[in-house]
């Protein structure tokens, strides 16, 4: 039922012949499983980043406006909202750390129904399950996407709890 690795997908979701056999086998290699580490590590350093810049800015932007009411103001508004977004950051990390401690990986064979692309992310809908596609994969894959027929049916392979796309393979 499937066919040769397509490179266009190799390259965009950055994937290898060997990654592609581990995840038909229901597993992630260890390439994916560096690489997702990398990933993790990135993104969790830019949203720590917003979570600590948006509320200082925020306090910031009050106190300016507000003078006297002092750190009254960051204790209402903009800590909570930092610990808010601390917490969902933690979460979000958590399910990538669990999906690349069990090395597993599920896939998921239809048709593309929705895409949205060009903005920062994108997202692939195949039989009513949801993947948010990072923003470098999201460009290229927008790209194919655009040249593809309007009917393309995929086997997405993907981490059972973070859904992070590891490989995907075109169905004839």
């Known amino acids: ?24 086998a229901g597993r992630m290699s260890e390439r ?28 910031v932007f009050l106190l300016f406006v507000h003078p006297s009411y002092g750190i009254c103001l960051f ?14 950051i933690f979460i979000k990390h958590k399910k990538l750390m669990s999906d690349i401690a069990t090395q597993k990986v599920e896939y998921l064979e239809g048709e593309v129904k929705y895409w949205s692309g060009r903005a920062f992310y994108g997202y692939m809908k195949i039989n009513g399950r949801e993947f948010e596609i990072d923003p470098a994969t999201n460009l290229e894959l927008s790209d194919f996407m655009e040249h593809q027929a309007k009917q393309l049916s995929l086997r997405l392979y993907f981490s059972p709890t973070s859904k992070k796309v590891v490989s995907a393979e075109i169905l004839r």
């Open 32 to 59: 994916e499983m560096q690489r997702l580490q990398n990933i993790s590590a990135k993104q969790r350093s830019i949203e720590l980043l917003a979570a600590v810049s948006l509320p200082v800015g925020m306090c």
């Open 1 to 24: 039922m499937s066919t040769n690795p397509n490179p266009d997908l190799m390259r965009i979701f950055d994937f290898t012949a060997a990654d592609l056999e581990a995840n038909r």
């Open 75 to 88: 204790l209402l508004f903009p800590l909570p909202i930092a610990l808010a977004m601390l917490f969902l």
